[in-house]
């Protein structure tokens, strides 16, 4: 806790060492009070970039006219600002500005103002208050919970300015009356009996129990202080106790182990003082140890070393070398920076840390720079109120596959092959225990709060839709403005295929480019077949046709979307069977312009097998493109591109956020299917489930990228049986080629162990997942409980990844919950209904008095006589 007083200061004219406090002096009790005027603000940066991290400026803000000024104050590092109330109300709304750094400056003396007082949590400065004795009331009013109160008088003199010390106001004084001689004269107040006033004692004989440290805060020993040897050590500038045997205690003064006093402050309650010191000579101890509880350990024993080095390294000594050739301490920092990013066990990355630290250190020390300076620095960096963005520098970023800033959703194949390669430990050749088992979270539904349960099943947080939309919507223009060169040079940054000249390939594909081994051919004929017939099952045979009334004949009949744009991910994987879901329904609705758009390959190649299912379901071209500009591409179209009127199709958060926004354009008039993002699987296993079929379907969906989920709800499994599901899991997983991937997603996985069925369902139709496996007895009764899943796979003989290939049913589904109000890419995603009525006269006679009745309550007079007009033809035809 610091002094129960404020120094002011008038930064234009205070030059230390005139009339009343120094700098050393205001150091020691912490803080001061300076007014920020319009005219010396230059004054006022510059005086704080002085003392940041000597002692804390209180800036009373308010004669500037700039909420901005005042945060760019906040953030050169003033510790408060006192603030009037309008500027309080603006600055609430400022990001991440911690109000309690804001006090609240008030005369204090109308009806109003006081009003406001009480429904000010933060501080409150009370200024030219006349009577102490006002204060005291107010403070009376809030009881314990009062924030703090500062307090101005308009003469204050030491009474007073004691009095509210000890009713715990804090007085601001001119430094011009204060003083740490207690011999000065009468009128000036003695800085140390305030800073005394609220110190309690629980000793005997009545002396403060007093820590000393440095001023990193590593405690050097305990001491005893008086009042008279804090006014001595405010007067000195020197570490001075009270020793409860010699009285006065100069502490050095007879080992030479003398202390420079840096500040006295309290702990919270008041009774107990801190020194914080620079010790000089062989330490604090009288055991000439740096403390009384031993030597210093760690970045202060490293920096203790590196120092004396400096002072006396021995020649040839490393240390030496380091100090004297700064090329070879800057090639060991890097060094060392850069086997921290590569490592990866917890014992790796405590050792290439320290590693760098000792590097970084030996740079510090070399300049002159102290632990303590850095850790200034980063206190001050921590109060900041807006902080830089944090996206690396182009030059880093680009070594680690960073574009823009931000990676890519999940990592490209390349990271995933780098990954693979960090190098394998001794007491793991494999590589395969590189970070541990591989295991979800397990939470027993009955044992925790259902608020737990639900936190638990957060989809993993995707990047921020401001981000992302930061990077797509420009991409979007560009495409759209730019057309087939904008396409071309973003397919060259982000896919590297900087060769490819023509962003699209045209129908007829060429033979060499779908030339693929027969088993493929076969496998992707007989996936394409069962795919067909499951949607044209889908058609509708006759348009539908109902009488409602006699006479009055409503039909409904459906068309093909005319043109529409698949999108094909190729981002970590290649997915020649996502193009089959989306190309065989277009097909078998009978879309007349079929357009595929997949990221083609560093080489500006397409993968055959897209190109044999593009040949196979009639498509017209194939957009050598992917993410965002695929999506514009189609929606806006270009001099190559055809523009389309529906874009279907899964893929990362890239191409999620390009189909909203083109979708959101009214004037690209192009719709969407559904947002379908990172996978997921929900898989409900009981007693009869095989535990390795149940691993291999969790693990089916956790390799498709990091940001995937997995889900297992086990329905009244033993320990047993739940330890034999984790370890197949665990076994399985490490030999896995994808292994790096599935880690990442396992680790935002979990197990939910339920009582029965009913709750596992319960919570499954909550969590809406993309694919729900039940393995469980009666499998198909229980699939009749499903109310929100996008595909279900039922009993022990259906992994999920036959819907993902070749079953028949789509693997283009609904994802994040979503589950709940769309449905999976269907034939009826690539159709439009139109409906038709036909009415005979006898039908406008039954139904016209009910239409011409809501026409009139709708006060729509054409409406109306389009029916009356035909019946009075009626009339007059009959007559
Ligand atoms: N729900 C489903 O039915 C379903 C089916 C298959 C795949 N998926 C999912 O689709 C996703 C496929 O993602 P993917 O990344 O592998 O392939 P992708 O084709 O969707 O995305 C790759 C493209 O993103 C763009 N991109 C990458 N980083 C970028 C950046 N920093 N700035 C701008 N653009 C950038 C590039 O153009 C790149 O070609 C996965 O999450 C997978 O789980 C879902
Ligand atoms: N399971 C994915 C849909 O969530 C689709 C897919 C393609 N290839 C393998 N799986
Ligand atoms: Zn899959």
């Not at 800057?330 to 405590?350: H, P, Q, R, V």
């Not at 038709?836 to 007079?861: D, I």
């Amino acid at each position: 806790m610091s002094a129960q007083f404020l120094p002011a200061i008038d930064i234009a004219t205070y030059t230390s060492g005139t009339q009343g406090l120094d700098a050393k002096a205001l150091q020691y009790v912490g803080s001061v009070y300076a007014i920020a005027r319009p005219e010396n603000l230059d004054n006022a940066f510059a005086y704080l970039q002085q003392t940041v991290g000597v002692y804390e400026i209180y800036f009373d803000v308010t004669l500037l006219q700039s909420a901005d000024d005042v945060v760019d104050l906040l953030n050169a590092g003033a510790a408060k600002a006192f603030v009037s109330g309008p500027q309080l109300s603006q600055l609430k709304n400022v990001d991440n500005l911690d109000l309690s750094r804001l006090i609240l400056s008030l005369a204090g003396q109308t009806e109003e103002e006081l009003q406001m007082i009480t429904n000010t949590p933060i501080g409150i400065y009370l200024h030219g208050i006349k009577d102490a004795s006002v204060v005291e009331q107010l403070l009376q009013q809030y009881g314990s919970k009062r924030p703090p109160v500062y307090v101005s008088l308009a003469n204050a003199n030491a009474e007073h300015a004691l009095h509210l010390a000890r009713i715990s106001a804090t007085t601001i004084i001119p430094a011009t009356q204060l003083t740490v001689d207690p011999k000065a004269q009468p009128e000036l107040i003695d800085a140390s009996a305030l800073l005394m006033a609220n110190a309690t004692s629980d000793r005997a004989d009545g002396l403060f129990t007093t820590l000393v440290t440095d001023e990193r805060g590593i405690a050097l020993g305990l001491v005893y202080s008086s009042a008279e040897s804090v006014s001595e050590s405010l007067r000195t500038g020197r570490g001075v106790y009270q020793s409860r045997k010699r009285g006065l205690w100069y502490k050095g003064e007879s080992s030479g182990d003398v202390q420079e006093l840096v500040k006295v402050d309290f702990d919270c309650d008041s009774d107990c003082l801190r020194f914080v010191v620079r010790q000089q000579g062989r330490g604090f101890c009288h055991l000439a140890t740096a403390t009384c509880f031993g030597e210093y350990r760690g970045l202060s024993k490293l920096q203790q070393t590196l120092q004396k080095r400096k002072r006396s390294a021995p020649e040839g000594s490393y240390t030496a070398r380091l100090f004297n050739d700064s090329k070879l301490l800057k090639a060991k920092i890097l060094e060392e920076a850069n086997e921290l990013c590569e490592a990866e066990s917890k014992a790796d990355i405590a050792a290439e840390a320290a590693d760098v630290l000792y590097f970084a250190l030996t740079k510090c020390v070399a300049a002159d720079v102290s632990l303590e300076d850095v850790e200034r620095n980063l206190d001050l960096k921590a109060v900041k109120v807006k902080r830089r963005k944090g996206d690396a520098k182009p030059q880093f970023a680009e070594k680690v596959g960073l574009i823009n800033g931000v990676t890519n959703g999940t990592p490209t194949k390349e990271e995933v092959k780098e990954a693979a390669s960090v190098p394998k430990s001794k007491d793991d050749p494999a590589g395969k225990d590189k970070n541990g088992r591989i295991s979800m979270r397990r939470f027993v539904t009955s044992e925790v709060s259902e608020a737990t349960v639900q936190e638990a099943l957060q989809r993993p947080s995707q990047r921020s839709t401001e981000k992302i939309m930061g990077i797509v919507n420009p991409i979007i223009k560009a495409v759209r403005e730019g057309g087939d060169r904008a396409l071309l040079d973003y397919t060259h940054k982000f896919e590297k295929a900087t060769s490819l000249t023509t962003p699209v390939l045209k129908a007829p594909f060429p033979e060499h480019m779908m030339q693929l081994p027969q088993e493929t051919i076969s496998a992707i004929d007989i996936s394409f077949e069962n795919i067909r017939k499951f949607h044209a099952a889908q058609k509708e045979d006759k348009p539908l046709s109902v009488e409602t009334m006699p006479g009055v004949i409503c039909s409904r009949f459906s068309r093909a979307i005319e043109r529409v744009g698949l999108y094909v991910p190729g981002g970590t994987a290649v997915l020649p069977s996502t193009a089959l879901m989306l190309g065989v329904p277009a097909m078998v609705a009978g879309c007349k312009k079929i357009v595929l758009a997949s990221p083609p390959r560093s080489d500006g190649s397409i993968t055959p097998e897209i190109v044999y299912v593009a040949h196979k379901v009639g498509a017209e071209s194939i957009v050598l493109a992917g993410g965002a500009q695929a999506v514009a591409a189609m929606a806006y179209g270009t001099e190559s591109v055809t523009k389309v009127d529906k874009i279907l199709g899964p893929g990362n958060q890239f191409v999620t956020a390009g189909k909203m926004v083109v979708s959101n354009d009214t004037s690209a008039g192009v719709s969407i299917d559904m947002p379908a993002g990172p996978s997921e699987v929900l898989v409900i296993a009981d007693r009869t489930a095989n535990p390795a079929f149940v691993a291999s379907d969790l693990l089916s969906q956790a390799e498709h990228g990091v940001d995937s989920q997995v889900v297992l709800i086990a329905v009244d499994l033993s320990e047993e049986q739940l330890q034999a599901i984790e370890d197949e899991l665990h076994a399985q997983a490490s030999a896995l080629p994808r292994v790096d991937i599935v880690r990442g997603s396992i680790e935002h996985s979990l197990t939910l162990v339920t009582k029965n069925i009913e709750e596992a369902m319960r919570l499954s139709n909550d969590y809406a997942p993309e694919h729900l496996i039940l393995q469980v007895q009666d499998a198909e009764k229980v699939a009749t409980m499903v109310e929100n899943a996008g595909s279900v796979f039922i009993g022990p003989w259906t992994p999920e990844s036959v819907g993902d290939y070749s079953a028949g049913v789509n693997h283009s589904l609904p994802t994040y919950g979503y589950a709940k109000q769309y449905s999976g890419v269907n034939l009826g995603s690539y159709l439009k209904h139109i409906t038709s009525s036909n009415l005979t006269a006898e039908g406008l006679r039954n139904v016209g008095g009910a239409v011409m009745q809501l026409a009139k309550v709708e006060e729509l007079e054409a409406h109306r006589r389009a029916v009356s007009i035909r019946l009075a033809h009626m009339e007059k035809m009959s007559a």
